[in-house]
């Protein structure tokens, strides 16, 4: 008998402390250094209990982002349209759209149809 190689889904290997991708992981401190900031601000106060817990809290969005995908559901049109895809590429392609100025371009195949109406000539 011979032995076959079965494919399987290899995304999720290259883990770090096995709970961090690295992309989670880029996310997580990016998160972390957004909460630090505000963690200056609020140390000013003294409201340094506080500013733990926004670093925390900023740092588990970060790693929600990066990890976590849109949940499918036909009740709202957003997650009927992006379900299954993860949250950042959505995030990503949000600002993308949001550069263009909201510009959709549409590639009409009717337009370029010769139909006997906009042939012309005599009938």
Do not use: H
Not at 71 to 78: D, F, T
């Amino acid at each position: 008998m011979r032995t076959y190689n079965v494919p399987r889904n290899v995304k999720g290997e290259g883990r770090i402390l096995y709970v961090f991708s690295t992309k989670a992981l880029i996310y997580t401190f990016a998160g972390v250094c957004v909460g630090f900031l505000i963690y200056l601000i609020l140390s000013v106060f003294g409201l340094d209990f506080i500013a733990f817990i926004f670093i925390v809290l900023f740092g588990a969005i970060g790693f929600s982002i990066a990890t976590f995908k849109v949940p499918e559901s036909n009740i709202l049109p957003v997650t009927k349209n992006a379900g299954g895809e993860n949250i950042d590429d959505v995030i990503m392609r949000a600002i993308k759209f949001k550069l263009k100025k909201n510009r959709v371009y549409v590639y009409n195949l009717e337009k370029n149809k010769i139909t006997e109406e906009n042939k012309g000539g005599k009938k």
